[in-house]
């Protein structure tokens, strides 16, 4: 990332074209470094799933066929690092797509009724309370239905994931938005933490997000949907008090 160096101190336009092009050139180097960070991290969380299924393959051509409980063990955790990567490599591609490729489908979107869907099914897998207040007798907005279900099991799931507790989510309408708060009564952020949540990879407790699945893509996703309808994610959160995402998203 070579720049023009120009000794003279003058303002004349071919000065101008210099500085311009050395914006560019840093604007580059910014994005060049994202990428090679990304591809590092990713290339890096990919190989501890890899290194276990090796290792379980190792053991299986050693003594597996003799052993059922080595077999049975083997098996399992061959499969649930298959399903880690699998979504791993999904979320991975979702965001290497360029904002042009990702299309929307934009329709009207009832959002108590995504919510509760996302509730129904995550409340049956995990056995937890989820309760939807809606404060308004009118939720619809204009949205891509199957971006905004992402986004919604993406934040409820979270919840789910860092606290034992029930989940509470609210949905309003305020002047010229929609918004809604996602609740949890769980473990929270550090205050230090909470603005890096949002990279892509980050973790608070990265032995812990592994036990419970998490990936370190789900709130850089969740930040791509929001943004791609033009709207706002906020967190609060307070250490072994539990934390609120609210999602604004406009009319
Ligand atoms: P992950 O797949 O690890 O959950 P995310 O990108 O969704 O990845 O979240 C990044 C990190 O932010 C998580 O690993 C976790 O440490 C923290 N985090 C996200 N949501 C919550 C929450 N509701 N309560 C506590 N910590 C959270």
Request: charged share 30%; proline share 2%; with cysteine.
């Amino acid at each position: 990332f070579k720049k023009i160096k120009r000794d003279t101190k003058s303002n004349d336009e071919l000065d101008k074209m210099a500085n311009t092009f050395n914006n560019m050139m840093d604007l580059l180097e910014e994005n060049y470094k994202k990428q090679e960070q990304f591809v590092s991290d990713a290339s890096h969380e990919l190989k501890t799933p890899l290194t276990v299924v090796e290792s379980y393959a190792n053991m299986l051509k050693r003594w597996g066929m003799k052993r059922p409980d080595i077999l049975e063990e083997a098996i399992e955790a061959i499969h649930s690092e298959a399903i880690r990567m699998k979504q791993l490599t999904e979320q991975m591609l979702l965001l290497a797509k360029g904002d042009e490729q990702w299309e929307m489908h934009i329709e009207e979107v009832d959002i108590s009724l995504v919510c509760s869907d996302t509730a129904k099914h995550l409340q049956f897998a995990f056995k937890r309370t989820i309760s939807i207040d809606v404060q308004t007798n009118n939720p619809i907005i204009r949205a891509d239905e199957k971006k905004v279900k992402q986004l919604l099991y993406i934040l409820v799931d979270n919840a789910i994931k860092y606290s034992e507790k029930s989940i509470d989510i609210t949905i309003t309408r305020r002047a010229s938005s929609l918004f809604i708060a996602i609740r949890d009564y769980g473990i929270g952020i550090p205050k230090e933490n909470l603005a890096h949540v949002y990279e892509r990879f980050f973790r608070v407790d990265k032995a812990r997000t592994r036990e419970t699945g998490g990936t370190g893509l789900g709130l850089p996703i969740a930040t791509r949907i929001v943004a791609a309808h033009n709207g706002k994610i906020h967190m609060d959160s307070e250490e072994g008090q539990g934390t609120t995402v609210t999602i604004e998203l406009p009319l």
